[in-house]
């Protein structure tokens, strides 16, 4: 009688285990792939717009300094064009990121996403600074 149930109980957990089976390949977790998938894209896609927006931005601000790099007096041009390597290294690493970014799968995704929350930060902080920087030097040009 005990091996019959033994029996019994290793049947009923074998015919456990293919339902779970089963269910790992159902419709259902193709579904959870296609959901991973749909919003690995967008969140790709976000990051790619917001690296593009901080990018415009890098170039409006070295547009700016161009400007106003004609009228300035010395002291300003030196403190313009030290900002002005800033914001193009700051762009090329924008630029690099983007690169990354296009060769980025879902299955590196989410370390390249933990390096980007710091990155674009920073980004944006520089951009921040050269800003007031340019700022600064054009108060001076009114003066």
Known sequence: MKNLINLT????????????TAQCDSPKSEQAKENAST????????LREDLNALQADVQRKL?????????????????LEQTK??????QNEIKKNLNE?????????????????????D????????????????DKLKE
């Open 101 to 121: 970014l296009g060769n980025t799968t879902e299955e590196n995704w989410e370390s390249f996403k933990e390096k980007m929350k710091t990155g674009y930060d």
């Open 63 to 79: 547009d700016e300094i161009d400007e106003n790099i004609q009228n300035a007096s010395e002291q300003a041009k030196a403190q």
């Open 9 to 20: 109980k290793g049947i009923v957990l074998g015919l456990g285990l293919l339902v779970l």
């Open 39 to 46: 919003e690995f894209v967008a969140e790709r896609d976000a």
């Open 85 to 90: 390597q800033q914001l193009q290294s700051t």
């Open 123 to 138: 980004f944006k902080q520089q951009v921040d600074k050269a800003s007031t920087k340019i700022k600064e030097a054009g």
